[in-house]
């Protein structure tokens, strides 16, 4: 079955810290690979990829994909409490119109 | 230009009434999706509609039912609601249509919470 992992599910961290979030993906016909950040209702986009070892950043977030071992990363440096907020996973796969996510991570950021 | 708006905001409703949950569209979108988001969970996909047609749809059962109008905005529709249904309704609207991907992903509205007791 189709299926998208998100680890950690938890993740506490200080400010000024580097996070690294995961997400690993079985699909069948792959076709694309989204991050969003929720931080109370609405997801906000940050990344799409599709493309293995192309690394796409805005500010200090950064993600990657790697289509051979089916998983992506999303890298945040220097950490604010701002970053507090659950990261989402999302998949696409060509013939299909839906986005399947991940459970998310949820992250907090303390002062 | 605005962005996805979904109403109402928050609803509470019993076991085995109806809901109608409405989404607008952002400017230029012609493709809305509904997903139900239940507490600690990543959202669900349950269908998506494009030229008023459904597109395609999740593993969602007939009761939930939904319509896209000429302007692009849109309905969901849920029937005999069950405690099971409480959970965040999202709506995500894209620029284009069966098999294109918007570059900037799918626009989300900050969605309705329905609770059902």
């Known amino acids: 079955e189709d299926k998208v992992v998100q680890s950690p599910l938890s993740l506490v961290v200080h400010e000024g810290d580097t996070v690294t979030l995961n997400c690993s993906y079985e699909v069948t016909n792959f076709r694309s690979l989204l991050w969003y950040k929720q931080e109370k209702k609405a997801p906000t986009f940050l990344f799409m990829l599709t493309s293995s070892g192309i690394e796409k950043k805005s500010g200090r977030l950064s993600s990657i994909l790697d289509k051979k071992e089916l998983f992506s990363i999303l890298n945040i440096t220097a950490t604010q409490t701002g970053d507090s907020a659950v990261y989402l996973c999302a998949v696409r796969e060509y013939n299909n119109n839906d986005m399947r996510f991940g459970a998310g991570t949820r992250l907090t950021v303390k002062p | 230009e605005t962005g996805v708006t979904q109403s109402p905001t928050h609803l509470i409703k019993t076991r085995g009434q109806q809901v109608t949950l409405r989404c607008s569209s952002q400017s230029g979108h012609n493709t809305v999706s509904w997903y139900q988001q239940a507490l600690g969970q990543g959202p669900q996909f349950i269908f998506q509609?494009?030229?008023?047609?459904?597109?395609g749809r999740g593993n969602f059962p007939p009761r939930f039912s939904g319509l896209q109008f000429p302007n692009y905005s849109s309905e969901l529709n849920v029937n005999a609601l069950e405690l099971d249904d409480s959970a965040l309704y999202l709506c995500a609207s894209s620029p284009r249509g069966t098999g294109n991907t918007s570059p900037y992903g799918y626009t989300f509205g900050s969605g309705t919470r329905l609770t059902v007791v």
């Open positions: 509609y494009y030229r008023e047609e459904e597109n």
